[in-house]
């Protein structure tokens, strides 16, 4: 199977490339999280906000990452290590495989929760329920029953059954099924909420601004969501870019990947503003949109117990996509540098994580509730350290390392293909992660672990 170097698995498409990596992005960031801060933080407004972010930095990092991981063709820390060697960059690199670790937990936790709403989907658990009763019913499955925690280790086991089979077989054979299904699930989804009757007003909320919404916070919010939707600063891009094969044109697979993603969460937003809307619901209602909202709207329209099914399908696989990311940071630097196979490392890494991950999921429950720290559970401490702390210092360091270390030359060489693709915009995307992405990254992460505030 898989050699630490030389013999190096790749994937074999430029399909496969786009599948793999927009599968990434994709994920309950765009359909849980996006949505609801737009609606938080009053719609267009902040979506403008957003796109903004994506291209002036959300893209310079992608291309970084995409740079450090084919140029090296390693796991995060084994890329840095080999990239400057005897320089402490390699800590970057281990600050990664540390965020992968903390995300992967949190995030199967809600992923699981995905599948027990699939379950109740399909059992009809939702019908005759009000709002309240719905909030009961998602707070009482997750802080006083025990299923929460069966299904994160179905979804756990479910991701290191797929990365067990390795890059090629494993996660491209996977991705290259599971996205495009994603993306026919969603239009459906669009369809459904835009047919119904007054579903203008969502998307007149998600498409005309009012920009006397935009604080500081929903500034900070919207820098924070594109890190977390594009998978940047953690290394998950380098070790996906490890395997990209030379001829790939990364400036191309990151519009393409950018461009997925995004379209993915405004799609997401379609298909639940206007529906939102229509059923003459408040749309800043915050994490609970999709597990207690959602239920409530789906029971109100025709045929609602089908899109039921189908929208928890669509963040079930938009999470598996994701998850399978994650945990490969972490099975490349376990067999790359600890020299283990990659059955080994695949189960090794989801044990490991799984410890993290229980007390996550059971975050809620009495048994674990007094855990705290800063007066946050151990899901929240989760989240928020990594979202919040690690990947922008991560996204920081990144973009410092290819404009001032590794520097301007050698990526050339990178981005070009050795010289073989035009690369006139290389001195815009220099100015970019040597100056424009290091100081807005610099104050968001001030702000995020308070030392500095608006
Ligand atoms: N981008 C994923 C999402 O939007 C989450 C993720 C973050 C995945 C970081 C990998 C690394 O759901």
Redesign the pocket.
Known sequence: MEKPQGNRESFATKFGVIAATAG???????IW?FPYLTGEYGGAAFLVVYLVFVVAIGIPVMLSEFVIGRSAQLNPYGAFKKLAPRKPWYLVGLMGVAAAFM?LAF?TTVAGWTLEYIYQAVIGGFPGKDGVQLGEMFSHFRDHSWRPLLWFFLFMGMTAGIIVFGVKKGIEKSTVIMMPLLFLILVVLCIRSLTLPGSLEGIRFLFQPDFSKIDSSAILAALGQVF????IG?G?LITYASYFPKSDNLLGTSFSVAFTDTLVAILAGVAIFPAVFSFHIEPGYGPGLVFVTLPGIFQQMPGGSFFAVLFFLLLAL??LT?TI??LEVIVAFFSEELKMTRKAATWTAAGTVSILGLMSTLAWNPMMKGVTLFGKNVFEVLDFTSANIL?PMGGFFIVLFVAWFFGRQKAASELSNEGTLKTGYIPFYMFLIRYIAPVALAIIFLNGIGLLRF
Do not use: D, H, K, P
């Open positions: 990434s992005a994709v994920g309950l960031g765009n999280r995300i995030y977390f939707s594009m998978s953690m998950t938009a999470a994701s990311s994650v990947l």
